[in-house]
């Protein structure tokens, strides 16, 4: 174990917790635990922990605090900033939630679930379904995100609109301290005013604070209609107006309002085997409405009507087609969940995930294209996200023919530029993906002091011997 | 100043800084901050500073610290709790909210309100339901309790099946922290990941922690339907079943759904003028159903109406009337209103603000009512409360002719014997209420020593002098 910054006796009593079988010290083995998908963050570790019980993993903990040494707790490494990677020394663990993935309970009448870390997204959807319930969280990596990651990053998704961030979909965690202690706050109460809120603490602290191991979350019941319309717009104002009228008519029933330039279906369409422009074409903008009843599905359809008409009225709306069937709605949601991938072959980017309050977004999408410009003329902006929630994905193809290398060169000043308008706004650079290793310096340069120092002495508080997760968020 | 433990050098500093008419030093101006509605927590204090502006506040915190003052931070004085009365001392200064009254900005495209503490909770709905919004934050002291406190508390109320509590309409806040800087944290934003949940650590820290200034709160479409209902039942199970069927139909269209056994009833219509016994009666429990819609008048109405016809149907409800007019909703609920002072005529009460799992609510009231007349025969139970929240204000009336005194007596016994129940059915003996002084004990006494531990590692942490609001909560 050359590469190995721990020495080969101390890896064995970390070893000896969860048997030799669960204990990766090959690189072979190690590889798919210091490696993610875009290559950005390359670590080292000599060895990854995969603990099968709670009790295990605070003995774990109990020994690093013991013996100083750092834990990286990683879910199902799909995270974009880099906060389940460890660094390049070599003397950080690797601790993989993976086998805790038991659906503990589903209680239909109290609508919860408890759910241990490891339980990947889809399969906890899927478990909800199977009980007549939904379970609304649904991003990207749901196929292979496990919940402890997506409690630890407060994950959002497409469901947020409706439904909320991972945080407030959850009621209650179980949480392994850094040493080793566990806090049991697996409650399924909606109202609980005893002290401070400690569990919202480690939900978005990426793993910094200690581990989360298990939640109860909320459930919902299955929407019994369900419409999906995509609608041509003239202008990012023209969404604003629509959203609001869809949210006055459909309160939580809108259950999603996504914000599409042209560029990305464009993309798309043009990349992405299976994906066909939608038949409202021709527009700059577009969205795609998803409508959600407790009814009936001529309900949900009544109301989609309701908002399409009306917008179409007021000329916010200049088309709109209400999918025909299951198979067209699925080819609408098919072009959302394809821009990311639409964008890859048409060179470098440079990636934002920005919010800002809804009522900015127009203002922030024209102040932003101006400084993009300027930064690197002729480079394509691809605007896309979740306009109900005053979140975009706004990230820039290089300009035809460039060259990806020096375009990527301006990543910073191309970061400072749509952020300086960011917080201008009163917005965040970091909606929904999370600090990691990839922000924090920006965190550190912008956020005010005051925060700053707040977070300190939480996280000096909470993990004095800094063994968890070092050198993420703060 | 007799009564003061600080010498009159101190105060006088104290003073200046908001001037001597916002310095209150006599007893009579003194006595509406030291005195709360139930009288149960004596408490005196030299002097109550009344500050205008962020500015005043955050140069009183900086002397306090510097002076190892201890500050009592009190907005509306309605808290039950005792959280904002100061100690019996004399050493402790109350620093009082209302001066703090300017609702900044409202943002009907962002469906936001900024607003600082001292705003009465009323004073805010009406000016959202004129801007053709809704705050659901609603109370029964909503005519003189302040933001700020409603914050501190985490408060509840009728409001949070369909909206949820304080804590989940709050995007931002400022603070002042126990050291005069101040946290500038006032985000529109509904998704930002940018470090930890400080914002959370406030809500609900009863002033232990900081000052909670001013906040964004999350306004909503104004419905434009809304019916309201009187369901009579034949017990709680079947409550249960007509709720769960309510959800399903009605989703966030469901706003109410109050549970009241028929003693509460009773003593409401025997007591309070103007209470009389809705159409619907003869049931041994009832439950008030509130349904609102986005969309019209007449779309409650079918709501509504479904609902009730499928409980109707399956025996769910024995018996159920939809109001007739805007006057039978007002008086039905006007009867839920009237349930915590109907009570006060029937003698000396021991009172309980639990909550437990959904599910779980049958079961509850089914061992307590064995556990209460075990500890007091012939004791009369007064049950209700918002069932969809788990939350039931389980109080205790004495038997009839018994001595009062003698009743109270048993305070304690009682509240041991209730909470013993929550508990094993993994709930909270503080479901809104908080804890303050009234509950301090029997949290340190009830709560793994592990949270306990890392509340107070959390409360060195950020109030280090130990100023802040002292010995409430933790």
């Known amino acids: 174990m050359?590469?190995?910054?721990?020495?080969?006796?101390?890896?064995?009593?970390?070893?000896?917790?969860?048997?030799?079988?669960?204990?990766?010290?090959?690189?072979?083995?190690?590889?798919?635990?210091?490696?993610?998908?875009?290559?950005?963050?390359?670590?080292?570790?000599?060895?990854?922990?995969?603990?099968?019980?709670?009790?295990?993993?605070?003995?774990?903990?109990?020994?690093?605090?013991?013996?100083?040494?750092?834990?990286?707790p990683q879910g199902g490494n799909t995270g974009l900033v880099g906060g389940q990677m460890p660094d390049g020394s070599g003397r950080e663990i690797v601790l993989s939630l993976s086998r805790l993935n038991r659906i503990r309970e589903i209680d239909v009448q109290s609508n919860t679930v408890t759910v241990e870390a490891g339980v990947v997204l889809q399969t906890l959807r899927d478990a909800a379904d199977a009980a007549d319930r939904l379970f609304p969280l649904s991003l990207g990596s749901q196929g292979s995100c496990q919940i402890g990651g997506n409690l630890s990053s407060n994950a959002g998704g497409t469901g947020v609109l409706a439904y909320g961030n991972a945080r407030e979909l959850c009621l209650g965690v179980e949480v392994v301290l850094p040493t080793g202690e566990v806090l049991d706050d697996l409650r399924k109460l909606k109202k609980d005013n005893t002290g401070y809120d400690l569990k919202n603490l480690f939900i978005g602290a990426e793993g910094t604070l200690g581990i989360i191991t298990a939640a109860v979350l909320k459930l919902y019941p299955r929407p019994k209609g369900r419409e999906v319309a995509w609608v041509g717009l003239e202008s990012p104002e023209a969404a604003l107006a629509l959203f609001g009228k869809a949210t006055d008519q459909a309160g939580s029933g809108l259950t999603a309002f996504e914000l599409i330039a042209d560029r990305p279906l464009d993309f798309a369409v043009r990349h992405i085997p299976g994906t066909v422009r939608p038949p409202a074409d021709g527009w700059p903008w577009?969205?795609?409405?998803?409508?959600?009843?407790?009814?009936?599905?001529?309900?949900?359809?009544?109301?989609?009507?309701?908002?399409?008409?009306?917008?179409?009225?007021?000329?916010?709306?200049?088309?709109?087609?209400?999918?025909?069937?299951?198979?067209?709605?699925?080819?609408?949601?098919?072009?959302?969940?394809?821009?990311?991938?639409?964008?890859?072959?048409?060179?470098?980017?440079?990636?934002?995930?920005?919010?800002?309050?809804?009522?900015?977004?127009?203002?922030?999408?024209?102040?932003?294209?101006?400084a993009v410009e300027a930064v690197s003329p002729g480079a394509r902006v691809v605007c896309f996200g979740h306009m109900g929630d005053g979140n975009l994905h706004y990230n820039i193809s290089q300009p035809v023919g460039a060259d990806g290398a020096a375009f990527l060169g301006l990543?910073?000043?191309?970061?400072?530029?749509?952020?300086?308008?960011?917080?201008?706004?009163?917005?965040?650079?970091?909606?929904?993906?999370?600090?990691?290793?990839?922000?924090?310096?920006?965190?550190?340069?912008?956020?005010?002091?005051?925060?700053?120092?707040?977070?300190?002495?939480?996280?000096?508080?909470?993990?004095?011997?800094?063994?968890?997760?070092?050198?993420?968020?703060?």
């Open 2 to 72: 050359e590469a190995s910054g721990i020495d080969t006796a101390l890896l064995d009593r970390f070893a000896v917790i969860v048997g030799e079988g669960y204990a990766l010290r090959s690189d072979a083995d190690i590889a798919p635990y210091v490696t993610e998908r875009r290559g950005l963050y390359p670590g080292r570790t000599p060895l990854v922990l995969r603990p099968g019980s709670v009790d295990e993993i605070s003995r774990i903990m109990w020994l690093a605090t013991e013996t100083r040494t750092p834990i990286v």
């Open 286 to 370: 577009h969205v795609l409405m998803e409508v959600s009843s407790g009814r009936s599905a001529e309900d949900a359809r009544q109301l989609v009507e309701d908002i399409l008409t009306a917008g179409l009225e007021e000329g916010l709306a200049g088309d709109a087609v209400i999918a025909a069937s299951l198979a067209q709605s699925d080819a609408f949601w098919r072009i959302r969940e394809s821009l990311s991938d639409g964008q890859r072959p048409e060179g470098a980017s440079i990636k934002h995930d920005i919010s800002v309050p809804v009522a900015s977004i127009p203002e922030f999408i024209e102040r932003a294209a101006i």
């Open 411 to 474: 990543y910073r000043t191309m970061n400072k530029a749509v952020h300086d308008i960011v917080r201008n706004l009163g917005g965040s650079f970091s909606a929904e993906h999370g600090i990691g290793r990839l922000k924090r310096d920006e965190l550190l340069a912008t956020t005010p002091p005051v925060a700053i120092d707040l977070m300190r002495r939480v996280k000096a508080a909470l993990d004095p011997a800094g063994i968890m997760n070092p050198g993420k968020v703060i």
